[in-house]
């Protein structure tokens, strides 16, 4: 029986997926997915209770169902055509006209000024990463060769870090740059471009080594992934071993009743490509990615280098705003008054829109990539920019933690304990981690953001670098590359190593009590009745006879009455007969007044209490 996806059947009844969900939801189908499958019959029955919703006739809905209806546009790409010749410009966006201020001076973290779902619909920016050898070139690559946006304007003749894919009409931002290590150092410079990941997964090899590590790094981001399950035309290729392996790392495919969307390719080939870019642009619609042009410009570096004859060039992507020739522009500490724009296929163009990706010339000098684009409005305040940039004291790199004592002495009010952990050894990695995973600490959350075998990486280091807040990569059996060495020195990450697992559990405990504070239990001493009460001046006496334990003066007290605690304080004073005493043990009687409480009635239960330190072995 054929299975049609939910996005297929809102085309058909000219919804967007987004649209049509939400209706299925109030109509009783909740929680489907825009690439879940139905079969003819559920088909039949959603176009039917739509047509019912919304008051066509029975008619229309078998039209629709048989597919006679005009297939409707998901949505229109506005953001992503091209302005024709002559065509009116958007409205000028802000320009800033004075003294960058602090709060988005060039070089600093990127802070959105927008509003998430403003503007037009946009083009999506989209990275693609994992193994080594499992065809992330080879995929993009053949995107471009087969769907390659604007291919007579000059056709590939300089190729730029990202290109445009377009699939009829609707254009795809790819990043050219593939592999995990590019994908988060630009979020470790505080630059997220990316929208959507696509994680490429070798059919004849499985989920690898760097697949896990790719997979970390997408989660770490927060971006939807896409699985590309590549090279199914090899003979030995194993789609239910790559879909078994998936699983086993938290992504499970639709086939298994999961939610990760996967697409069997073959990039060699050219197979099922154009499958891939309808999930992407699925994907885009439910993610409604919009930018507004009218905005005030942000853009990001993704490449940057000199080229011979050229001078200073730059990749960057519009998130919003317009970026056009002869605008001054400042990225960090170099500026210029853009000559030129190019797009992904080499083609002169005199403007980038939000979702585009152009290559920049005319900056004085190479900008670092993750660096923000910021439009000013002249020359004399470019510089002003640079200068004020320039001015500022460079900040040097913390001192390394060298043990986790050191770490939670340099960061404040932990509350979230993420780490990076390398082993030496798979059964060495699982063993660690259980042990991390497994310790419990109130008031401090310990989740291993990524684990794998090998030594410390660069890439482990600049994945402990982006996240909001410290994090520790720990080594057990294993000893960092000179590489991540260098970059844990300058970007101030913490390395810790250990050789016995006990050695590590044990230091963790220690520190984090520690770092925690002491932990305490509340002990009862004893318990009063009241079998009377009595006005004084400072307030009201209970008349109590000590039935359990001790009452002692100095711990606090907790009134009882039918089952309910109706007041906790301290003890005010505690007598007996005419003496004031500091405690009075069980079988006597005593009077005891509360502090700021004088609502006591006969029959109350007093129960005493304090807190002890707990000591920890």
Known sequence: MARTRIYEIAKELGLSSKELIEKL?????????????????????????????????????????AGETQLAEVGEDTASAKPEKGAEKAAEAPIIDGPIGEERAPGSTLEAKHHEGEGDPRPPVVSVLGHIDHGKTTLLDAIRESHLADREAGGITQGIAAYQADLEGKRITFIDTPGHAAFTGMRARGAQVTDIAILVVAADDGVMAQTVEAIDHIKAAGVPMI?????????????????????????????????????????LKNQNIEELLEMILLVAEMEDL??????????????????????????????????????????????????????????????????????????????????????????????????????????????????????????????????????????????????????????????????????????????AGTVGGDCPVIGFGVKADSKAARVAEREGVALLAYEIIYDLVDELTKTVRRALGPEYREAELGV??????????????????????????????????????????????????????REVQSGRECGIRLRDFDDVRIGDRLVVFELEEIVHE
Request: glycine share 10%; with cysteine.
């Open 25 to 65: 939801a109030d109509l009783g189908m909740p929680d489907l997915k825009a690439a879940n499958s139905v079969d003819d019959d559920e088909h039949g029955l959603i176009v039917h209770m739509i047509a019912d919703a919304e008051g066509e006739s029975s008619t229309a809905a078998e039209e629709a169902l």
């Open 227 to 267: 699985v590309a399950i590549n090279k199914i035309d090899k003979a030995n290729a194993d789609l239910n071993k790559v879909i078994s392996d998936l699983a086993q790392h938290g992504l499970t495919p639709e086939a298994w009743g999961g939610d990760t969307i996967t697409v069997e390719v073959s990039a």
């Open 290 to 463: 919009r930018g507004d042009r009218k905005a005030e410009l942000e853009a990001v570096i993704i490449e940057s280098h000199v080229a011979t004859g050229r001078g200073p060039v730059a990749t960057a992507i519009v998130k919003y705003g317009t970026l056009r020739e002869k605008d001054w522009v400042v990225a960090g500490t170099t500026s210029g008054r853009i000559k030129a724009l190019s797009d992904g296929a080499g083609g002169r163009v005199s403007e980038a829109h939000p979702g585009e990706a152009v290559e920049i010339l005319g900056f004085d000098d190479v900008p670092s990539v993750g660096t923000p684009v910021v439009k000013v409005k002249n020359q004399a305040v470019a510089r002003k920019a640079v200068q004020k940039d320039d001015a500022k004291p460079k900040v040097q790199a913390a001192k390394r933690p060298m043990t986790l004592e050191d770490f939670f002495q340099e960061t404040e009010e932990v509350q979230k304990l993420q780490v990076v952990l390398k082993a030496a050894t798979t059964g060495a990695l699982e063993a660690a981690r259980r042990e991390i995973e497994g310790m419990d600490f109130e008031g401090l959350e310990i989740e291993v953001l990524s684990a794998g075998v090998g030594d410390i990486s660069e890439s482990d280091v600049i994945l």
């Open 528 to 581: 009063a009745e009241v079998r009377d009460t009595f006005k004084v001046p400072a307030g009201v006496v209970a008349g109590c006879f000590v039935a359990d334990g001790r009452i002692v003066r100095r711990g606090s007290i907790r009134v009882i009455r039918e089952g309910e605690t109706v007041h906790e304080g301290e003890i005010a004073s505690l007598r007996r007969f005419e003496d004031d005493v």
